[in-house]
C-alpha cells in the first residue's frame, strides 16, 4: 500500500518516510539476479487511478529507472481496487446491463457486488469509470500490469496501441484462455499466475467446501492455508501446475486427476481461484462401483482414457476444449491409462494407479546453505511394496532428531492442519509431509520418524559437513 491502508497499522502509516529507502533496498538486492525481470512499483493500490497516485506512481517508476536502467517498471493494478470512489458508478452501469439482460439485482452497496462479481468480471472490469481510471495508472510505469483483467486485453490494445500488458495476476483456471490470448496478441507478453507456491494467511481462499461458510475467505480454524498454489506449501506439485505444463506447450503427456468420489454429485463451494475439488489419485477406499469424474490435462486434438485396459472412448483435448477433458466412470481399483493424440498419432501416455497399503516411511534429505545458514529439507512419504505414495493413508509421525541440528518446522500441506508447525508431531497429508532442520554444527544428523498407528520407523542419517 502506499497512502491508503488496507489494514489497520499498515505500511501506509510509513510510506511517506520510507517509500525511497525501500524501494533502493529493493533494487540493490537483487540487482545482478538473472531471473529479475520487471519491478512493481505496487500491487493493488486503490489510489493509483488518482491524481496523487499517478505522481507518486511516476515518482517511484523514476527512482527505481535511476538505480537500474536496464529493466522496467509496472504496477500490478486490479480495476476495481483502482476504482476506488469510482466503485458506485461502476455498479450503477453493472446493474442495468444485468438488469437489461434479465439478470439478477446487483444490489445497493458493494457487498452485493463483489457477491455477484464472479460470474461478471468481464463486464465489471470493462465498465468506463475503469478505462478513465486505468489511463492515468498506467501512463507512468513501461508495463501495465492487469490483475484479474484479461477482458480488457483485446479491447485496450485497439484504444491504445503503445501499451504493452502484461498478467500480472489471474486465476489459475483461466490459463487455457489467457495463454492463447498471451500468443495471440503481440502487446500481451505474458501471465503470472495467482499462485506458484502455497502459503500461510489469505486462509481458505482455494479450500473447497460442501457447506456454505466453510469455503474460500470465509473458511473457519483451523484453516490456515491459502491452499491455491500451483506447489503445495512443501513443493510438491498440484494438478494445476501440470494442467499450466499442457497449456504452456511444455508436456506431451496427459495428466490424470480425480474429483472427489466422496462427494459426487454435491453441490461444491469454492472460489474462482480454484478448478475443482480434484487429486491425482486412483485410491479410494470404499467407492467401488460408484460414479467418479476424471480430469484429465492433455494436449494433441484428443485423448483416450482406459479403465483397467477397456477404453471409455476417445474425446477433444487441447486448445478446443480448454485443455482440459472431462470422463465419468465408476471407480474400480487398478490402473487408469490417459493417451493423448495429435492428427491419429499417439503423442503421449499417463498411467494412474491404486496403491497398496503402507509399507514403510521414505525419508529423503536435501540440505540448502544461504547466508551461513544450513537449512535440511527432509521428505517423508508414506509408500507402499511397490514404491508408490499411498496417498489415502493419513499417519500420525513423531520425530527425533539427534547430532548438530534443530527441528525448526514439521507439517505437512495440509490446508486445515491439527498440530503446530514446530512441534515434533504431525501427520501425512495424501501420504506426505515435511521435516525442516537447522544446522548448529559440522557432526553428522541422525533422524527418526515414527508413524504412531503402525509403530514403523523409519531412520536417516545426515553425514557431517
Not at 513501461?142 to 490494445?157: H, K, L, V
Not at 485497439?158 to 489471474?170: C, D, H, K, L, W
Not at 481399483?333 to 521414505?362: C, F, H, W
Not at 525442516?436 to 514403523?456: F, P, Y
Request: aromatic fraction near 10%; include cysteine.
Amino acid at each position: 500500500m502506499w497512502t491508503r491502508s488496507k489494514s489497520d497499522n499498515d505500511y501506509a502509516l510509513f510510506f511517506d518516510r520510507w517509500w525511497e529507502t525501500d524501494a533502493e533496498a529493493m533494487v540493490r538486492k537483487d540487482y545482478n539476479h538473472p531471473s529479475v525481470i520487471l519491478y512493481s512499483v505496487g500491487n493493488e493500490i486503490p489510489e493509483i487511478g488518482t491524481d496523487l497516485g499517478a505522481v507518486l506512481c511516476g515518482q517511484i517508476s523514476d527512482k527505481i529507472r535511476s538505480l537500474d536502467s536496464g529493466r522496467f517498471t509496472l504496477a500490478s493494478i486490479n480495476g476495481i481496487f483502482a476504482a476506488g470512489d469510482c466503485v458506485d458508478q461502476i455498479m450503477a452501469d453493472l446493474q442495468d446491463e444485468m438488469a437489461a439482460s434479465g439478470e439478477v439485482d446487483v444490489g445497493a452497496n458493494v457487498n452485493d457486488f463483489m457477491s455477484v462479481m464472479d460470474d461478471h468480471l468481464d463486464q465489471s472490469v470493462t465498465q468506463p469509470a475503469i478505462t478513465q481510471r486505468l489511463a492515468m495508472a498506467c501512463s507512468r510505469t513501461d508495463i501495465a500490469g492487469y490483475n484479474y483483467m484479461t477482458a480488457r486485453y483485446e479491447p485496450d490494445g485497439e484504444a491504445y496501441p503503445n501499451r504493452v500488458i502484461v498478467g500480472s495476476e489471474t486465476y489459475p483456471p483461466e490459463i487455457a484462455r489467457n495463454w492463447g490470448l498471451v500468443k495471440r496478441l503481440p502487446y500481451v507478453i505474458g501471465d503470472f499466475t495467482w499462485t506458484g507456491w502455497d502459503y500461510i494467511g489469505e486462509a481458505g481462499v482455494g479450500v473447497v467446501a460442501y457447506a456454505p461458510g466453510e469455503d474460500g475467505f470465509g473458511a473457519q480454524f483451523p484453516c490456515q492455508l491459502a491452499y491455491c498454489g500451483d506447489f503445495d506449501l512443501t513443493g510438491f506439485r498440484r494438478p494445476n501446475s501440470y494442467f499450466r505444463e499442457v497449456v504452456f506447450g511444455l508436456r506431451k503427456d496427459p495428466y490424470i486427476t480425480v474429483q472427489n468420489p466422496y462427494r459426487y454429485g454435491q453441490d461444491e463451494k469454492h472460489t474462482v481461484w480454484v478448478i475443482s475439488d480434484n487429486h491425482s489419485s486412483w485410491t479410494y477406499p470404499g467407492c467401488e462401483g460408484k460414479p467418479v469424474v476424471v480430469e484429465v490435462y492433455a494436449p494433441g486434438d484428443e485423448v483416450e482414457l482406459f479403465a483397467n485396459g477397456v477404453s471409455l472412448g476417445r474425446k477433444p483435448a487441447g486448445e478446443a476444449a480448454g485443455y482440459r477433458t472431462l470422463f465419468e466412470t465408476v471407480y474400480a481399483p487398478g490402473t487408469l491409462r490417459a493417451v493423448a493424440y495429435e492428427n491419429g498419432t499417439e503423442i503421449g501416455s499417463m498411467d494412474l494407479k491404486t496403491t497398496g497399503a503402507a509399507a514403510q516411511l521414505r525419508l529423503t534429505a536435501e540440505e540448502v546453505s544461504a547466508d551461513d545458514e544450513t537449512l535440511i529439507y527432509v521428505d517423508i512419504a508414506a509408500v507402499d511394496a511397490d514404491g508408490l505414495v499411498c496417498d489415502a493413508e493419513k499417519l500420525t509421525l513423531q520425530a527425533r532428531v539427534d547430532g548438530d541440528a534443530a527441528l525448526l518446522g514439521f507439517g505437512s500441506s495440509n490446508p486445515k492442519p491439527v498440530y503446530n508447525y514446530i512441534t515434533d508431531t504431525t501427520e501425512t497429508f495424501y501420504g506426505r509431509a515435511l521435516l525442516i532442520l537447522k544446522r548448529t554444527g559440522s557432526r553428522a544428523v541422525d533422524v527418526t520418524v515414527t508413524a504412531k498407528e503402525q509403530q514403523g520407523t523409519a531412520a536417516l542419517r545426515i553425514e557431517a559437513v
